[in-house]
């Protein structure tokens, strides 16, 4: 008999643990739907939809689990989804791509941005974002290492100014972030800016990462300029998307990243270390969307724009100011007629005493910013849109 001796370890200290992250805290959207329902106020701060995925996407995920489809995927994603992305970028943007070699299924656009960024980012590297931003930005570049380096964006128009952008530029940037349409200004990139930005990118010879999880939500006849229509600027981006944002499931997880085949290769090198592969069956379930009801992509625009329309009109007898909504399923609203107020405390003050859970815009930004503007989501049920600007309007 072999006899095996318990090996005891005693530790002389107590390990000291140091954050990564030090800043990071909850998040604001966690905060805010905490108080939403610990105040049973409306909660039009998270930005996610209040109604179900289409009838056909869960019936066709109901249907692929029964038949068993329910172990690993390829790491980049099933093929059948790898082709109907590729068939709907050149339907949409025109570019004809090797779906195989340049389409990588992630879970959710959140893991495909931090994935994008840990490829390119090494330590000292600078990447510029534009504030307000997404808040997985920078704590992604700083985990890479490298150094977030923020142009802000004031309102109402939250223009890019390109000539300052360039100056912004160092022999330390790698990369630029954008962001179209944008959350949460919920402007988009004109033609005349993409091309400003093409010029900017190849002089200085840096990589891009495009974030255009809302790329089928805009309004009034603004098109998505997506940097896929762009081939000099596709040559050396990522280019992100969400399957959560344009079929009402965010809770699924689902989007992907498409790039070069050479990009490609560094991002899958570090995707399959982060999820490895995402949903099976609902990879399934989503190719069989794009293939046999595209048209729900092609009108979602007109979805949202009436429920954008719906709350404008009615926060019409308001005191609040309605910033332009060009894309996105958000509203800015300017309330300085309102109150003196930081946003943040006026965002509590709405939850606590109106019944409304809103979005204070100044926690996107990485300096102090007092523009006094709040964001609301309109991914809502239009009895839910009502109410809350019945609320609103008696401020």
């Known amino acids: 008999m072999i006899a095996f001796k318990t090996v005891k370890y005693h530790i002389e200290r107590e390990s000291a643990l140091n954050s990564k992250l030090p800043h990071v805290g909850t998040s604001i959207f966690s905060t805010m739907t905490g108080l939403a329902n610990q105040y049973q106020a409306i909660n039009l701060s998270q930005g996610f939809p209040e109604f179900d995925a289409p009838e056909r996407l869960k019936a066709t995920l109901n249907q692929t689990v029964g038949q068993g489809?329910?172990?690993y995927s390829p790491s980049a994603g099933i093929a059948p989804l790898q082709q109907q992305i590729g068939a709907l970028v050149e339907r949409k943007y025109g570019l004809k791509i090797d779906a195989a070699q340049a389409v990588t299924v992630t879970s959710g656009a959140t893991e495909a941005l931090f994935v994008a960024i840990s490829a390119i980012v090494q330590a000292g590297d600078e990447v510029i974002v534009f504030d307000p931003a997404y808040d997985s930005y920078e704590p992604a570049i700083h985990l890479a290492g490298g150094i977030a380096v923020p142009m802000a964006l004031?309102?109402?128009?939250?223009?890019?100014?390109?000539?300052?952008?360039?100056?912004?530029?160092?022999?330390?940037?790698?990369?630029?972030?954008?962001?179209?349409?944008?959350n949460p200004s919920a402007r988009v990139l004109s033609k005349a800016?993409?091309?400003?930005l093409k010029g900017i990118v190849i002089k200085h010879d840096l990589l891009l990462i495009s974030d255009e999880v809302y790329e089928h939500i805009t309004f009034d006849g603004n098109t998505h300029h997506s940097v896929l229509g762009e081939k000099a600027l596709f040559e050396r981006a990522f280019v992100v998307s969400s399957?959560?944002?344009?079929?009402?499931c965010t809770g699924w997880k689902m989007g992907y990243c498409v790039a070069p085949p050479k990009l490609t290769a560094e991002f899958r090198k570090i995707h399959?270390?982060?999820?490895?592969?995402?949903?099976?069956p609902a990879q399934f379930a989503i190719a069989d969307m794009l293939e046999n009801e595209p048209e729900h992509i092609d009108e979602l625009g007109a979805f949202y724009?009436?429920?954008r329309d719906l709350l404008v009109n009615a926060?019409?007898?308001s005191r609040f100011t309605c910033l332009p909504s060009e894309g996105t399923y958000f509203l800015l609203l300017d309330y300085r007629r309102l109150s003196d107020l930081s946003d943040v405390e006026f965002c509590e003050y709405l939850v606590k005493e109106v019944g409304v859970a809103a979005i204070p815009l100044s926690v996107f930004y990485h300096t102090p910013n007092d523009d006094k503007v709040i964001r609301l989501?309109?991914?809502?049920?239009?009895?839910t849109l009502l109410s809350a600007a019945e609320k609103l309007c008696q401020l």
């Open 305 to 307: 724009q009436r429920k």
């Open 243 to 248: 399957f959560g944002k344009t079929f009402h």
């Open 193 to 196: 800016d993409i091309e400003a």
């Open 315 to 317: 926060l019409a007898s």
């Open 69 to 71: 489809m329910n172990q």
């Open 272 to 280: 399959q270390y982060v999820t490895f592969s995402s949903f099976t």
């Open 154 to 182: 004031r309102a109402p128009h939250y223009a890019i100014d390109w000539p300052l952008l360039e100056q912004a530029v160092s022999d330390k940037t790698r990369a630029i972030i954008i962001n179209t349409p944008h």
């Open 377 to 383: 989501c309109f991914a809502k049920e239009d009895a």
